[in-house]
């Protein structure tokens, strides 16, 4: 399951598009529970549909509802602190009728 806790995943839709974020908790078929950390990324830990999200191949290691605090332990312990500054660029969709 690619929609897993720890995944680290872009945002594509909405205000945070382009910013990375860490999946802290799977919460329906199509909703998980997201986090940047704020002070990081700029994503604050909110629910997200999953088709608003574009998954990378990196995970880390944390605990089901992890806190900011221990999602930013794990990311330096990861090596991924540049990694989840630098901002992505993100093509907008088409809106078909």
């Known amino acids: 399951m690619i929609e897993e806790i720890g995944r680290i995943a872009v945002k594509v839709a909405g205000r945070e598009a382009g910013r990375k974020c860490v999946i802290v908790d799977v919460l329906e078929k ?3 529970l997201v986090t940047g950390p704020r002070e990081l ?23 089901r509802n992890a806190g900011d605090e221990d999602v930013m332990k794990a ?4 090596g991924l602190i540049d990694y989840m500054k630098q901002k ?5 969709k088409a809106i078909t009728p």
């Open 30 to 32: 199509n909703f998980v």
């Open 88 to 92: 992505v660029g993100v093509e907008p």
């Open 41 to 63: 990324t700029g994503v604050r830990r909110r629910k997200t549909n999953i088709v608003h999200l574009a998954f990378t191949p990196y995970k880390i290691e944390i605990q």
């Open 75 to 78: 990311l330096e312990k990861a």
